[in-house]
């Protein structure tokens, strides 16, 4: 299995006011760097999904996808745009992460196969227990290139609902402690940016 890590930079921040989200800071690094710093050793190659001009991120030498079609269809664009890219390098997976969630696991990509493996699933996506339950985090999943074409014509279809896709194929969950901190904590607003800092500053 050759994997690549799609990092999902393409919404629009609306809460954050616009712009790049995954360019503040947090603990003095961009969360862009933290996710880069944390998800790139789990992988064999990384892209960053986003859209707009890509030499604003020419610092992180992470080469640059944009959605296809362009019109913010939501982190499934994202993963395709990813899954294609990835294809054209040779490998059989990509492995998604958000690029406003600084601390999710440094094993991710490990769990999300072993996941997958052991339920004989073609998809994994990360989950944590809480309140009795098991939450989803579909945005961070193992995809394999191979279904790249039904997933643009998902997204043709108008389907935007990631787990409306990955339930047609079968996902399995890679389950991880909920914390604290929550190792899915992401930053939506400016009050998230706090809170991520401060968890930043007690790691």
Not at 69 to 78: M, R, S
Not at 110 to 126: D, V, Y
Not at 128 to 136: A, F, L, Q, R
Not at 187 to 203: C, F, H, K, Q, Y
Request: charged share 20%; with cysteine.
């Amino acid at each position: 299995m050759k994997t690549v890590g799609v990092i999902l930079a393409g919404g629009r921040a609306t809460r954050m006011g616009g712009g790049d989200k995954c360019l503040m800071t947090v603990g003095g690094e961009t969360l862009l760097a933290r996710v880069v710093a944390r998800l790139g050793p789990q992988v064999d190659a990384l892209i960053l999904n986003a859209n707009g001009d890509a030499a604003r991120f020419a610092a992180y030498g992470v080469p640059v996808v944009a959605d296809d079609p362009p019109d913010y269809a939501g982190p499934l664009a994202g993963v395709l745009a990813g899954m294609e890219a990835a294809a054209a390098l040779g490998a059989t997976h990509v492995v998604s992460a958000a690029a406003d969630t600084p601390f999710f696991p440094a094993d991710l990509a490990a769990r999300l196969i072993a996941a997958a493996e052991a339920e004989g699933a073609p998809l994994a996506c990360a989950a944590t227990p809480e309140g009795g339950k098991v939450w989803d985090h579909p945005t961070f999943g193992l995809w394999p290139v191979a279904l790249a074409a039904d997933l643009r014509a998902a997204l043709e279809e108008g389907l935007r609902k990631v787990v409306l896709w990955t339930g047609r194929h079968g996902c399995a969950r890679a389950v991880f402690d909920p914390g604290p901190p929550d190792p899915f904590f992401n930053v939506n607003t400016p009050e998230d940016l706090a809170e991520a800092e401060r968890i930043a500053r007690s790691a």
